[in-house]
């Protein structure tokens, strides 16, 4: 079995500070993680992806990601937040002998101005 | 453009009707799949495909129905026994040869299916 906790359901950062969105998961195997975000009456865009190789994943947006295996966790993170990228944030996973991604409950991301 | 067309976008169902959401990819993409998004639940699979004529239940199939006749398209029946539709309902699809595995799932823009 496969599964992704997002520990919190809401994120609340100030504009221009760092922000850390949570997602810590369990597999078979060696894991494919991916992080999604999700405006309002939207689809899921794809931000980025752990596959293998280096724990820091840089993706779109100036969004990044940590891989840690020893914690099973990969974090999304932004250095510096935008009023912008308030959005639901999704974290998924999918085992190397799985064909389907589990998602997490999602992370709505509020950045005040 | 490619991507990924859903329709309609908002959709109405009478009790006791099935309805069906409409789903085209021209990604050229093998694997398409059905989901369903409830506040606060994340994404819940109903349904997937990996080949043409070919497709396997996900968690929550049940009051659901699909078929895959071409490899553009993948609709979805909600059927009148799937007693709780009211949902956002998102398709998506991906590469599945080669580096398929590693590749990100495409997603359309959803239909919202409400209950009149």
Redo the contacts between chains.
């Keep these: 079995a496969q599964s992704v906790a997002q520990p919190e359901?809401q994120v609340n950062v100030a504009e221009g500070n760092p922000l850390t969105v949570k997602c810590t998961y369990s597999v078979s195997g060696n894991p494919?993680l991916?992080w999604?975000v999700q405006y309002p009456?939207?689809?899921?865009?794809?931000l980025l992806?752990y596959?293998t190789g280096d724990n820091l994943v840089k993706g779109s947006y100036g969004f990044e990601a940590e891989f840690n295996k020893s914690q099973t966790s990969f974090h999304l993170k932004k250095p510096s937040a935008l009023v912008s990228d308030s959005a639901l944030y999704?974290c998924a996973v999918?085992g190397?002998g799985y064909?389907?991604?589990t998602?997490?409950?999602?992370t709505m991301l509020l950045v005040s101005p | 453009d490619g991507g990924?067309t859903?329709s309609p976008k908002y959709l109405f169902r009478k009790e006791g009707q099935n309805v069906t959401l409409s789903c085209e990819q021209n990604l050229n993409h093998d694997?398409m799949?059905w989901?369903r998004q409830d506040p606060?639940?994340?994404?819940r699979?109903i349904y997937?495909s990996?080949i043409v004529n070919d497709f396997q239940k996900?968690d929550i199939a049940e009051g659901y129905s699909v078929s895959r006749e071409k490899k553009e398209s993948f609709p979805l029946t909600v059927t009148s026994a799937q007693k709780n539709p009211t949902a956002?309902y998102?398709c998506?699809s991906r590469v599945?040869w080669g580096e398929g595995?590693?590749q990100?799932?495409?997603?359309?823009?959803?239909t919202?299916l409400s209950i009149l």
């Design positions: 359901d494919y991916f999604y009456n939207r689809g899921l865009q794809f992806k596959i999704f999918r190397s064909s389907t991604l998602f997490g409950k999602g | 990924i859903q694997a799949y989901y606060g639940q994340g994404l699979l997937y990996q996900g956002f998102l998506a599945t595995n590693n990100p799932q495409h997603f359309g823009d959803g919202r």
